[in-house]
């Protein structure tokens, strides 16, 4: 069994339909119409009616989040299976606050992370200090 991401999808496309393939597909924000529409809508508009069929033939679609595996409902007529990427923590942690005060993230520098919001949030934008 194969895992297909995005462009190897497309250039597999005549094989898809020539013969059973098995395959899984794994659904991420931008694989999905309306997950990042600012950057993906117009490829949807243009190759939906080329990727649909891939997905309705996956023999399983797997999604990072609720929230995408609705949107692949949505777009796809198919119910993924959710394999979230976070893991809940099994006890609260102790926090105290530090002074300077420190911002921590895990993950890609994105437009869709927007980590400019927490540092306005925080105020640190107005010149509290920033330990980075």
Request: proline share 9%; aromatic share 6%; glycine share 8%.
């Amino acid at each position: 069994m194969r895992t297909l991401q995005f462009r190897p999808v497309l250039s597999r496309l005549p094989r898809t339909y020539s013969q059973a393939s098995r395959y899984v597909l794994t659904a991420h924000l931008g694989d999905v119409p309306g997950g990042v529409p600012e950057q993906t809508d117009h490829l949807f508009r243009l190759l939906g009616p080329f990727v649909t069929p891939v997905w309705r033939r996956a023999r399983c679609v797997t999604a990072v989040s609720r929230f995408v595996a609705g949107l692949a409902r949505k777009a796809y007529g198919l119910t993924p299976i959710v394999i979230p990427n976070g893991v809940r923590p099994i006890a609260r942690p102790q926090l105290r606050a530090h002074s300077p005060r420190r911002i921590v993230m895990a993950g890609r520098l994105s437009i869709q992370k927007n980590p400019l919001l927490a540092i306005k949030a925080l105020g640190f934008d107005q010149g509290n200090g920033l330990v980075v």
